[in-house]
């Protein structure tokens, strides 16, 4: 069994608080790994580095950033496949999933290495007679990022690249869960020159969290995670005087209206419902099914379902692996019983797949006339169950989206080019796909949803990263009139 530990200050340390989490390979269910969970003196010690390392690090030239910022993303790129396969080994996710996953949070590196280009300030000359007004960008100082289980690579690389290319130092604090690829990558980013300090990585719990939240050198928190930590963390943070953004769950709905190509539509469905067994936050996890393509919708859905290859995901040939934990495959094979308690029609029951092994694997659940009262629709349920809604109109799914307490995303699935871009303005939800079901943006743009999805006011990477790292400083300057000037400028003004 092998032992994770912190990196602080460019060092491996072994965790002396006696608290330890287990790390299983969930296609076995065999614990491989224990990690030690930080006390608040370890967290302590990794900010106290990360502050001293702050100050040099701020000052270092753009020049020489974009240069490390490259490096890294090079080092990333060429163990890509090393990455991958800790992403396998602790979360279950397939291969294929797990490689690209890398290959989204590379995105967010390239990003960050035009930090030179996005960092540009803002400068109004002759604002008035001899003044110029310019606002430049600075970095915060220390800043955290706390992160989940679900993608364990990427969503630290959509937080400490923009951070560093900022100027700032950084804390992460990765899931407990999975914790191997997040330190991998920071050790990665070590090997690319950044010097000891400007990342450090603890691991542990809400006691690691808890002392983030309220260290007074932590200037600005990053999360991302269930609905009811982030708001917690939103709140506590915003309490102890610190910028945070907090994103959290999601019940993401896709609308298929009764023009759209219900090939495109069931391939869309399947793939975004359970792909990396629905533990995703951009998972689709409704499909309102309007008027009279829900029969055939549904069983397009089922027919594909059948074909699906659930196992290991280290074997090529899995298309979708174990869930993150045995409580987890537990707490989502509850929901599947809990959708045919309330009275929906339990088209394909994933409890009856029997795997021979002790994995945490649930095959995929197919539920047909949910309806909104029912805790499948109501509850983020995180795991490989697709709820069909029955609908008469576009106006009846716009209203669910509009009802549900959560905004992350929101899909239609349509040929009316007029329909959909009525969509985009209705959909209540931070990120919106047209005949795209997961509509994660691109590095260069943000990412986040609206309502109880996300708590603070910037999203995640692109431009709003850059916001959210830096604070504006505006320079207000009047120079004495050049005619008064000790130095002979030899120019005629009025030339
Ligand atoms: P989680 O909220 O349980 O954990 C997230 C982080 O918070 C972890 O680092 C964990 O150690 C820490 N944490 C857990 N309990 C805590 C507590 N009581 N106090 C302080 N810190 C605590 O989430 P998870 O199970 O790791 O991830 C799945 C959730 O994340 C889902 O709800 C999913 O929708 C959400 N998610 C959202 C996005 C998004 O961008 N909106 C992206 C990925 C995942």
């Not at 989204?104 to 960050?112: K, L």
């Not at 930090?115 to 400068?123: E, S, T």
């Not at 397009?300 to 495959?329: C, F, Q, W, Y």
């Not at 309806?371 to 349920?381: A, Q, R």
Request: aromatic share 8%.
């Amino acid at each position: 069994m092998y032992e994770i530990q912190h990196l602080i200050d460019g060092q491996a340390v072994a965790s002396a608080s006696g608290n330890t989490g287990p790390v299983f390979d969930p296609a076995t269910g065999e614990q491989v790994g224990q990690v030690g969970l930080a006390s608040v003196a370890e967290v302590d010690a990794a900010v106290a580095s990360a502050r001293s390392a702050s100050g040099e690090w701020g000052e270092v030239s753009l020049a020489r950033r974009t240069k490390l910022m490259l490096e890294f993303r090079n080092l990333v790129v060429a163990n890509a496949d090393e990455v991958a396969k800790r992403l396998t080994a602790e979360h279950g996710k397939v291969l294929d999933d797990a490689r690209g996953e890398v290959a989204r949070g590379i995105e967010n590196i390239e990003f960050a290495c035009g930090l030179a280009d996005a960092l540009k300030g803002m400068h109004s000359e002759q604002a008035s007679s001899g003044v110029d007004v310019y606002t430049v960008r600075q970095p915060l100082g220390v800043v955290a990022g706390i992160t989940p289980f679900n993608f364990p690579a990427m969503v630290p690389l959509w937080m400490f690249p923009n951070a560093v290319a900022c100027g700032n130092t950084f804390i992460l604090k990765p899931s407990e869960r999975d914790p191997s690829a997040p330190l991998f990558m920071a050790e990665l980013f070590q090997e690319a020159g950044f010097p000891p300090g400007v990342l450090n990585v603890v691991h542990g719990d809400k006691v690691a969290v808890d002392r983030l939240l309220e260290h007074p050198d932590v200037k600005a928190v990053s999360f991302v995670g269930s609905t009811p930590i982030a708001r917690y963390v939103y709140s506590t943070a915003a309490a102890n005087g610190k910028r945070a953004q907090a994103l959290g769950g999601a019940k993401n709905h896709m609308i298929v209206l009764p023009d759209a190509d219900i090939d495109m539509a069931a391939d869309a469905a399947v793939s975004a419902a359970y792909g990396s067994a629905g533990e995703r936050c951009m998972a689709i996890s409704v499909v309102v099914a309007v008027g009279e393509i829900a029969d055939q919708l549904v069983d397009s859905i089922r027919v594909r379902m059948e074909k699906l290859v659930i196992g290991p995901g280290t074997d090529p040939a899995s298309e979708m692996g174990p869930l993150i934990t045995r409580e987890a495959r537990d707490r989502v094979a509850g929901y599947v019983q809990a959708g045919a308690d309330a009275g929906c029609e339990v088209v394909v029951d994933g409890r009856d797949q029997v795997f021979d092994n002790d994995g945490f694997f649930l095959g995929v659940t197919l539920l047909d006339r949910v309806t909104t009262d029912m805790s499948v629709y109501t509850d983020e349920i995180f795991g490989p169950v697709l709820a069909v809604v029955r609908a008469d109109s576009y106006a009846e799914g716009v209203r669910m989206i509009r009802d549900n307490p959560f905004g992350n995303g929101a899909a239609i699935f349509t040929r009316d080019g007029g329909a959909a871009r009525q969509f985009q303005r209705d959909a209540d939800a931070g990120m919106v796909g047209i005949n795209v079901p997961i509509p994660v943006p691109v590095g260069y743009h943000s990412f986040g949803g609206w309502n109880d999805s996300a708590f603070g006011d910037t999203t995640m990477y692109g431009p709003e990263g850059l916001r959210f790292y830096t604070r504006p400083k505006v320079i207000t300057s009047r120079w004495p009139d050049p005619s008064t000037s000790s130095v002979d400028l030899g120019f005629p003004r009025n030339d």
